[in-house]
């Protein structure tokens, strides 16, 4: 790496991915850095969410919000999964109230072959600067975490052209243009790897994959159309701890922590702690699982669930975390409660 960061003073997070012992949790929120915060807001008033995502002096101003607000143990650079897609030619919208939008999804056969990794990283260079001016300004406080999206997750967005409860456009597609889905997998994976690969050079301490719709798909499915592609990823990354977060694919739990190569797995509130520690054996870091709505219970209920959480999981090779993204409508001193639960637990 050609930069000279500044020392961590924080290791915790990397202490619990690598499995060492820490003296308590670390612990930091899926999208911590969003419209629940205020200072997220007024940013969001003068910009648009493109805007902010392409310039990285916004994007290391967003990411460095929820750290000086809630002071977790973890950044996670702001950014969104959709740019890989943008950097394949697949023109994306974010439609305030609706959500993310694409001007030319895959309809067909011939789009989805036209699909073709070619110079990802070098397109989306504005993440790695960001990335690399957070880690300067972030001055050792926290590790700096990049990310992406699983190649089954961003399949469902360029087919689907929108969100979706159930994704059946891009679901339909899989089964009725195998290889062209195929082929769409294949090339979403390399552009995967060479980003993310981008994002560790550029500073990224962590790396963790989104598979947020994993669980719409059955186990078979889940084998065939998502796991040899997040297996692919993993396994070429090697410099840094990866995080995988096959949301809601509770059944392939055992197959993740044996067989992926990822350092750590993320956990969804409808698994117990009990399960997902059966499951993996114990071999494994897991992160969750607290369910985003219940930073709306009052604040004393969200300390007791929250040490029930890390109660139920152990202390040790563990990270605390929401099981999804926290929610616009979450009361900043809730997540706080949150945060400071963690910290101050066994104290
Ligand atoms: O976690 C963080 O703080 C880092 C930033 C981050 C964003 N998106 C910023 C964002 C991360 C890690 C993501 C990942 C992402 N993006 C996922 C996977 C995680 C998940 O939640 O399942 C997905 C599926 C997306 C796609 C996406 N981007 C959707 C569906 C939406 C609209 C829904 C929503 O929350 O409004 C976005 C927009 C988006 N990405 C926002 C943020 C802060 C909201 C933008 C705004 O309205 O200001």
């Known amino acids: 790496m050609s930069q000279n960061f500044p020392k961590l003073k924080n290791d ?7 499995g060492e012992k820490v003296e308590r949790p670390p612990v930091w929120m899926m999208r911590q850095a969003g419209r629940y915060l205020p200072q997220y807001m007024e940013l969001r008033k003068k910009y648009s969410f493109f805007e902010r995502v392409e310039t990285p002096e916004l994007a290391c101003e967003i990411t460095i919000q929820p750290i000086d607000e809630l002071e977790p143990d973890a950044a996670i650079i702001f950014s969104d999964i959709l740019t890989v897609p943008q950097a394949l030619n697949i023109d994306v919208e974010l439609v305030p109230g609706k ?26 260079d504005h993440v790695m ?15 700096l975490i990049g990310f992406a999206g699983a190649p089954w997750t961003l399949f469902c967005y360029m087919v689907q052209g929108e969100g979706s409860r159930n994704f059946d456009k891009a679901k339909a597609f899989l089964y009725q ?11 979403l994976t390399k552009a995967t790897i ?6 560790i050079r550029a500073g990224a ?32 990354i090697k410099e840094v701890p990866v995080i ?8 392939a739990l055992e197959r993740l922590s044996f067989k992926s190569g990822a350092s750590a797995l993320g956990i969804d509130w409808v698994i117990s702690p009990e399960f997902a520690r059966e499951k993996t054996r114990n071999s494994i870091t897991l992160q969750g699982n607290f369910d985003p709505t219940q930073l709306l219970a009052p604040i004393p209920e969200i300390e007791k669930k929250a040490k029930r959480m890390i109660q139920r999981f152990g202390t040790q090779r563990y990270i605390a975390n929401l099981g999804h993204g926290i929610l616009p409508n979450i009361p900043v001193d809730h997540a706080r409660a949150f945060v400071d639960t963690v910290k101050n637990y066994g104290k």
Do not use: C
């Open 12 to 18: 915790l997070f990397l202490r619990a991915l690598k």
């Open 99 to 124: 959500g993310p939008v694409m001007g030319n999804p895959i309809q067909n056969e011939d789009d989805a072959f036209a699909v073709i990794a070619e110079d990802v990283a070098e397109k989306l």
């Open 129 to 143: 600067k960001a990335i690399t001016l957070t880690r300067m300004e972030l001055n050792g406080r926290v590790p």
């Open 177 to 187: 243009h195998p290889d062209a889905s195929r082929h769409v997998m294949k090339e």
């Open 194 to 199: 060479d980003y993310l690969q981008a994002q």
């Open 205 to 236: 301490q962590t790396v963790q994959i989104f598979d947020s719709w994993a669980g719409i798909l059955s186990p078979d499915d889940f084998n065939e159309w998502a796991l040899p592609y997040l297996m692919e990823i993993t396994g070429a």
């Open 244 to 251: 995988l977060f096959a949301k809601g694919a509770w059944y």
